[in-house]
């Protein structure tokens, strides 16, 4: 579990080192709550309409 602020609506894809798209979640403008519980090394994509954004998340 993890928590993403984003300044206004968008998309969160999740996307492992393979390329692989793992998950996708609607973000709304403020803090959205994340789950994964799938342990590795991913890609995390925020996009939105005034914004986009790639982070490294590594879930243990």
């Known amino acids: ?3 993403v602020e984003v ?9 492992n080192l393979a390329g692989q798209k793992v998950q ?3 973000l709304k ?6 789950r994964m519980n799938q ?3 991913y890609f995390i994509y ?7 954004t790639v982070k490294k998340l590594i879930v243990k």
């Open 39 to 41: 342990s590795g090394m």
């Open 7 to 15: 300044p206004a609506s968008g998309k969160l894809e999740i996307i």
């Open 46 to 52: 925020l996009t939105g309409k005034d914004y986009r």
């Open 29 to 34: 403008a403020g803090k959205n709550e994340i």
């Open 1 to 3: 579990q993890f928590f």
């Open 24 to 26: 996708e979640f609607a």
